[in-house]
């Protein structure tokens, strides 16, 4: 894709949705910390869902890990792979409490070295918390990313890098929530919405979907 294409792609998803975030529910960046590493495998609805009932009860590191891993099984049993999140996230709460103040470090390699917080759930956590201008690349924005032509790649690290390299800086910080929602309900995996596609015009997949007579 051509850089002007590039520009335009973000100059129009902007227009549309001016001020896009995380559908995952959360008001503090432990919240979403808590919120994202649930979400593995696992939608925003249902994640959502869990964490209506949990944190009015224990939003805080110290607070969950007062619940012990059986108590917060049964807020989360509705989430799947919920016996091995309860157990990172009990133990990400220890080290928080430990090592951080009880804080989400605003750091890369802190995150990550939590149990279940890969560079992805980092990711979200460094832009939607703390406002750092990264990309998430979950398979939404690896779909979009490559149908498009904006930031093709054979793996996630791939794309990551060419979307913080081709993504101009104005757009960067927003990026991520514009393709991941433009994933989810337009450029879908089995039968993108392409005659409704805003940036239809300058995207360079081949297989565009016909409008429906």
């Known amino acids: ?38 979400s593995a495998q696992a939608t925003d609805v249902g994640v959502n869902k869990a964490t209506r009932k949990l944190f009015p009860v224990a939003n805080t590191p110290q607070a969950i890990l007062d619940l012990g891993e059986e108590g917060l099984k049964r807020y989360i049993s509705s989430i799947g792979l919920f016996n091995a999140k ?69 793996n996630v690290a791939e794309v990551e890098r060419k979307l913080l390299r081709n993504v101009p800086a104005q757009y960067r910080q927003d990026a991520h929530h514009w393709l991941i929602l433009h994933g989810r309900y337009v450029c879908k995996a089995r039968k993108p919405e392409c005659p409704t596609c805003v940036i239809a015009d300058v995207c360079a997949y081949k297989h565009k979907t016909p409008a429906q007579d």
């Open 1 to 38: 894709m051509k850089p002007a294409n590039r520009t335009e792609v973000f100059r129009r998803l902007a227009e549309l949705d001016p001020h896009p975030t995380t559908e995952l529910e959360y008001t503090t960046p432990f919240e979403l910390l808590v919120a994202v590493t649930l």
């Open 86 to 154: 309860a157990k990172n996230v009990i133990a990400t709460c220890r080290i928080l409490i430990e090592q951080h103040g009880g804080e989400v470090p605003r750091d890369r390699a802190a995150l990550e070295a939590l149990p279940g917080v890969g560079r992805k759930t980092a990711n979200v956590v460094l832009n939607t918390a703390f406002g750092e201008p990264t990309i998430a690349v979950d398979t939404h924005i690896f779909r979009v990313s490559n149908r498009t032509g904006l930031a093709p790649g054979k």
